[in-house]
């Protein structure tokens, strides 16, 4: 590999994989470089099937959904979480119970990414099982239908339908929270808005991971990262992606991009965490702005020189460890112990 000294005659002869890996930061840990270093170049990936490919997107997930469950088998057997899969209102959900959990009556709606056209709450089951086990909390791993067997609206209603049973459970929305990263980030904050609109209320906060919050290719880094970002291309991917979630005339409506909402209305303390390297690193920029506009409670918290999903994906890194403890620390304040002792307080 040319060293970092490469002249820029050497540099414009590469290609943009081969920047990528001479960028590769040493500002980050060792764990990160090596990590980073085993990505490939987006650019040599097959391109997404066509929006309405029904066929050709059944095949895509399939060739990934292997993949992910093989590594969320490894997480669960390090983490012996309790796990139990059952039907929510009249949809799947997986229920994650981190080792040693008791009854408090709190739960964590999880919704899984996969850029609303991949992966499922089996083959995401180790995010649940994460989240469970770094906070202690009871996980409802959703098993929505992705798309293009389903458009936004009917996804987005059947989380709605959960929140619904859980509510008709005994459960109240000051005891739910709403996590999701990457598409499922997305479709979380959206869900909330939905909800919010519908005056059926919100959940006590929401931690968003990495969110695809504008499915549309408008922010900035999602041009001057390009070259930056190891996992996708936009046009390659994402774009069909967005097509198959959403008509193009809809991509901008808040419950696609929930980035567009109207965040003035109300919305739940949130944290948004993310990587320098995202491609949608705008979006968390432009949405952490809209809701702190609105006088909303909002934490941005973004890594240097990471990748989408980071925390995930190198759970054991330091700056996963890191962003994990930050996840805790936020749903210890909003959520748990803390909250209770800031009521308290405030008596």
Do not use: C
Request: charged share 25%; aromatic share 8%; net charge neutral.
């Amino acid at each position: 590999m040319i060293s970092n000294r490469a002249t820029g005659e050497a540099r414009a002869q590469m290609t943009p994989h081969e920047q990528f890996l001479l960028n590769i930061p040493e500002t980050v840990s060792k764990e990160a470089q090596d990590f980073l270093r085993t990505l490939k170049d987006p650019g040599l990936s097959p391109p997404y099937p066509q929006p309405g490919d029904v066929v050709g997107w059944k095949k895509l997930r399939e060739s990934v959904e292997t993949d992910g469950r093989i590594q969320s088998e490894a997480i669960v057997k390090r983490y012996v979480p309790t796990i139990t899969e059952y039907m929510l209102g009249g949809i799947p959900v997986l229920d994650v119970r981190p080792k040693g959990w008791r009854e408090n009556g709190k739960v964590v709606v999880y919704t899984h990414g996969g850029a609303h056209v991949m992966y499922s709450a089996e083959s995401t089951l180790g995010r649940a099982v994460i989240f469970a086990s770094d906070t202690g909390h009871r996980v409802i791993s959703v098993d929505y239908t992705v798309a293009p067997e389903a458009k936004f609206n009917q996804i987005t209603e059947q989380i709605v339908t959960v929140y619904q049973a859980l509510l008709k459970d005994d459960h109240r929305f000051e005891d739910i929270l709403s996590y999701g990263d990457s598409s499922g980030g997305g479709l979380a904050a959206s869900v909330i808005l939905k909800m919010r609109d519908q005056r059926l209320g919100m959940p006590a906060a929401a931690v968003l991971v990495s969110p695809w919050v504008d499915v549309t290719r408008t922010g900035d880094t999602e041009f001057t990262l390009q070259h930056a970002e190891p996992n996708y291309l936009y046009d390659q991917h994402s774009k069909n992606a967005a097509g198959a979630y959403a008509d193009p005339k809809d991509q901008k409506h808040p419950y696609v991009s929930p980035v567009y909402g109207d965040f003035s209305k109300g919305f739940p303390p949130t944290l948004i965490q993310g990587g320098t390297k995202e491609i949608l690193l705008s979006g968390f920029i432009r949405l952490y702005q809209a809701l702190d506009t609105a006088g909303q409670t909002v934490k941005l918290d973004i890594y240097e020189g990471m990748p989408h999903n980071f925390a995930l994906r190198i759970p054991d890194a330091p700056e996963s460890k890191v962003a994990r403890k930050k996840i805790q620390d936020f749903v210890r304040l909003h959520f748990g112990e803390g909250q209770r002792l800031a009521a308290r307080a405030a008596v």
